[in-house]
């Protein structure tokens, strides 16, 4: 699913993380939600300025060497892994719940104008001088640890009326989970079990979770297909760079349309024409392997993408327990994780054995059981637009 978090975000699709990211971040929900995340946001912004100013002043002094290099990534990977759910986790903390889909369509656009504009610049920094992309990059860290400085949390953001939505944090706190500033405290596998416990228990969220995990698998599963074979029929890289460029300018058209329209449209009914439209525009894929072919179809696939982020995702987060939001950010996102995980094998296998239509197929499959699975969901269907979020049970 182009989960943004640890930024649903298609990471702009679901970042393909190293394993040990994935362990990192699996529990650093958990970490999140125990201390004060203005402040986790802040020491993530300070290793990121310091690992990556480290590694252009040993470029500049023609000090960096791989071992250097890979210690000073792993660490600031690490933390980033740990604490990175921080800025996400404190979204229903400084906004009203109303503006919830606005807030998360935001992040979409940014999040598809560093994917877009992040390679070439890099690349383009890199040419003039290898340690200048870390340099820049440490430069981009403190910039965001000062703007998190000014973070000003809201008295009425958390507040959810109407039926009791917060009652599963008087659930979670049974079950284990910190309450903030009531001096109690629990363990750590007591809150991090509170996190799923809080999940499971609640039908929607499962489906949600099942249609999304089901759809991330499916575009990861094209977006590798697409990768593999054109690289094997010696396609040259530039164009195939130009793929992932036109799903990134997709996804930022498709967070702007979010941010215009997404406070006003019916969620489940947009949800039920957003994951129809996913598969239609994959079937081209299955009839044929042309290059202008798979530019456009791939293209139009990013363009939903904001807009479940935003609605759908963003309904599961308005909903949760403001202080368990870190947590059942981890919890969402561990499914779409571990099946991403298998993407890459499965594309390239398929290609080798059966080629790249009928590799395309396999994942349109997953894509048409995640799409049945919110068209065939009452519950899901429902979902009313924004304004009426705090009326409705999750």
């Known amino acids: 699913m182009p989960y943004r978090v640890p930024s649903p975000g298609p990471d702009g699709l679901q970042r393909r993380r190293c394993w040990r990211n994935r362990v990192w971040a699996s529990s650093g929900g958990t970490y999140v939600d125990r201390h004060d995340r203005k402040r986790l ?8 300025f310091l690992a990556w100013g480290s590694i252009a002043m040993l ?18 990977s ?9 800025a996400d986790a404190m979204l229903r903390s400084i906004i009203d719940i109303r503006d919830y889909p606005w807030a998360r369509s935001v992040n979409e656009g940014r999040d598809a104008v560093v994917n877009m504009a992040g390679g070439p610049v890099g690349g383009f920094l890199y040419a003039v001088r290898p340690w200048r992309p870390f340099l820049v990059s440490s430069v981009a860290h403190m910039v965001s640890g000062v703007a998190a400085c000014r973070i000003g949390e809201s008295h009425t953001a958390g507040e959810v009326t109407g039926d009791g939505a917060d009652a599963g944090a008087d659930e979670g706190a049974e079950a284990g989970c910190m309450v903030v500033g009531s001096g109690r405290t629990a363990s750590f596998m007591g809150d991090f079990v509170s996190g799923w416990r809080w999940m499971l228990r609640r039908a929607t969220v499962m489906r949600i979770v099942m249609a999304a995990s089901l759809a991330n698998f499916g575009i990861n599963g094209v977006q590798y297909a697409i990768q593999l074979s054109p690289a094997s029929r010696g396609v040259n890289a530039a164009n195939i760079g130009l793929i992932n460029a036109g799903i990134c300018a997709s996804m930022l058209l498709g967070s702007l349309l979010a941010n215009r329209i997404g406070g006003s449209v019916p969620v489940g009914r947009s949800m039920c024409v957003a994951f129809a439209f996913i598969c239609a525009v994959v079937v081209p894929m299955t009839l044929g392997d042309g290059y202008a072919l798979i530019l456009i179809s791939n293209s139009l696939v990013g363009l939903p993408f904001p807009l479940i982020n935003a609605l759908l995702l963003g309904f599961v987060f308005a909903k949760a327990p403001e202080r368990m939001q870190g947590r059942i950010a981890s919890s969402l996102t561990a499914p779409a994780q571990a099946l991403s995980a298998f993407c890459g094998a499965c594309a390239g296998g398929l290609i080798t054995a059966v080629g790249f239509r009928v590799a395309v197929v396999f994942f349109l499959a997953m894509l048409v059981v995640g799409a049945l699975i919110v068209l065939l969901s009452p519950s899901i269907r429902a979902i009313p637009r924004a304004a009426a979020w705090s009326e409705v049970a999750l």
Request: avoid cysteine; aromatic fraction near 8%; charged fraction near 5%.
């Open 59 to 76: 470029g500049l002094y023609g000090m960096l060497r791989f071992a250097n290099l890979l210690v000073i990534a792993v660490l600031a």
């Open 41 to 48: 946001i802040i020491v993530n912004a300070f290793v990121g």
């Open 78 to 86: 690490a933390v980033n892994g740990l604490l990175g759910s921080a």
